[in-house]
């Protein structure tokens, strides 16, 4: 605040208006929400490459889709402080490129999920399990089928993260894939599927009438 004052900004009201028009013209970034309004980034592109040591076919320490929290430690030591470690995985969650998973207590994050790096091939004994081929007695399935002319690289991975941030919806841990994902609701199912070369999409719900 001491700097600003040498160019007129002596409040924090105008210092957050500063702030915003300086992020709306991509000289920095800055986000009000939670830890992250107590951090400025400077260089957008800086933004960009902290991204890219997540989003790697080469990263070694993202197993089926999965990064644990301790895999943070391998990938950013010598990058990035340790201190700056929950503000860089709430800017990945905001930009729904990580997942957190919780314990099965509910009360801890011990890894995450990384969408865009999950296997490509589905995971069928487990999908029969949640998802079988004839529908049971008492279950009620229906679905529809969107077709795009065109859908952006990774619009699917950030959709599987918005639909898993949706209150009192858990993800299926062992039914989601690249291009797939099932979803729990009490006694209700979603199947989400993505079809990259025709570019449509299937949703598919079942509940027990």
Request: proline residues 5%; aromatic residues 18%; hydrophobic residues 45%.
């Amino acid at each position: 605040m001491e700097k600003a004052k040498g160019f007129g900004i002596y409040t924090e009201r105008e210092m957050r208006k500063a702030l915003q028009f300086l992020h709306d013209v991509g000289l920095l970034a800055h986000y009000e929400e939670g830890k992250l309004d107590a951090i400025v980034i400077l260089d957008p592109q800086w933004l960009a490459k902290m991204m890219a040591t997540i989003i790697s076919f080469t990263n070694k320490y993202v197993k089926n889709g999965v990064l644990e929290y301790k895999g943070f430690q391998q990938i950013w030591k010598g990058e990035y402080p340790s201190d700056l470690y929950p503000q860089l995985i709430e800017l990945l969650e905001k930009f729904e490129i990580l997942y957190p998973l919780v314990t099965s207590e509910n009360t801890a994050v011990t890894a995450y999920l990384v969408p865009s790096l999950l296997p490509e091939e589905r995971p069928q004994k487990a999908l029969i399990k949640i998802w079988p081929r004839k529908v049971k007695l008492g279950w009620v399935q229906f679905g529809r089928v969107y077709q795009f002319e065109f859908v952006p690289l990774g619009f699917f991975a950030r959709l599987m993260v918005r639909i898993a941030m949706l209150p009192h919806l858990d993800i299926s841990q062992n039914c989601c894939w690249r291009n797939g994902v099932c979803f729990l609701f009490c006694l209700m199912r979603l199947y989400l599927s993505f079809f990259f070369c025709s570019f449509h999409f299937t949703f598919v719900s079942m509940f027990f009438f």
